[in-house]
């Protein structure tokens, strides 16, 4: 059963520059959040997908957006990339529709590391 | 608001000791409580996730508690291992929301042998 896949693993960009990131949720689940984890820090929610739509969102601007596909795959995309936004992404899968996956339970994947330099 | 804090910032202890590791939350109107395991560069791992009905759940040498009346949970780990060093995460949800969850800034342990 593969869990959270996340894709890239390690990426550079430039200020200025855009990112997009990949995730592939956990078998059974339905649900992609997506988390920015500075150095040292707690993970900080940046926005949720569920059906195709954004559903939460964290206190991030709007240079952060994101998509989700019908296979439950998502992308998070940063525009007009800045040094403060060097972080761990890191995806989490979970189940809101009904049935033995709505447990509550969050899995998260490897996360990509983005430098921007 | 939701706020976490994770009590003590780092530990070290010697091998074969058992631990306790803290966790408080401000908004005691939570329906679950999950506590995580990351390794240095590392994604999170799921170690525990404590629904409210429940008072403690347990994974091997692993226990974890739920006080939702104090704010309260803790995460034991019993006779500890050098593969135990990791920093250890608690994270509370937003009100009734799924997936959106309020982390601590966790408790970096080091287990030596």
């Known amino acids: 059963d593969a869990g959270v896949t996340q894709s890239p693993t390690h990426l550079i960009k430039t200020r200025g520059q855009q990112v997009t990131l990949r995730c592939s949720p956990k078998?059974?689940?339905?649900?992609v959040s997506w988390y920015q984890q500075a150095l040292g820090q707690g993970p900080q929610f940046i926005f949720q997908?569920?059906?195709?739509?954004?559903?939460q969102r964290g206190n991030f601007p709007d240079r952060f957006s994101g998509h989700q596909f019908p296979n439950y795959s998502s992308e998070l995309n940063v525009n007009a990339l800045l040094l403060g936004d060097s972080a761990l992404y890191l995806c989490?899968?979970?189940?809101?529709?009904?049935?033995?996956?709505?447990?509550?339970?969050?899995?998260f994947g490897e996360g990509s590391r983005l430098t921007v330099l | 608001k939701q706020e976490v804090t994770q009590i003590p910032a780092a530990l070290s202890v010697p091998e074969g000791e058992n631990l306790v590791l803290n966790c408080s939350f401000t908004?005691?109107?939570?329906?679950?409580l999950q506590w995580f395991r990351q390794d240095p560069g590392k994604g999170l791992t799921s170690l525990l996730l404590?629904?409210?009905?429940?008072r403690e759940q347990t994974s091997g040498r692993l226990n974890a508690s739920l006080d939702k009346s104090s704010g309260r949970s803790t995460l034991y780990i019993a006779a500890s291992q050098p593969g135990d060093s990791a920093t250890y995460l608690c994270?509370?949800?937003?009100?009734?929301?799924?997936?959106?969850?309020?982390f601590g800034k966790g408790t970096k342990l080091s287990v030596k042998p």
């Open positions: 989490a899968s979970s189940s809101i529709a009904g049935g033995p996956f709505r447990t509550g339970e969050l899995f």
């Open positions: 078998s059974g689940h339905d649900t």
């Open positions: 997908y569920y059906e195709e739509e954004e559903r």
């Open positions: 908004d005691s109107a939570i329906y679950n």
């Open positions: 404590i629904q409210s009905s429940q």
């Open positions: 994270a509370a949800p937003v009100g009734g929301s799924q997936g959106n969850l309020i």
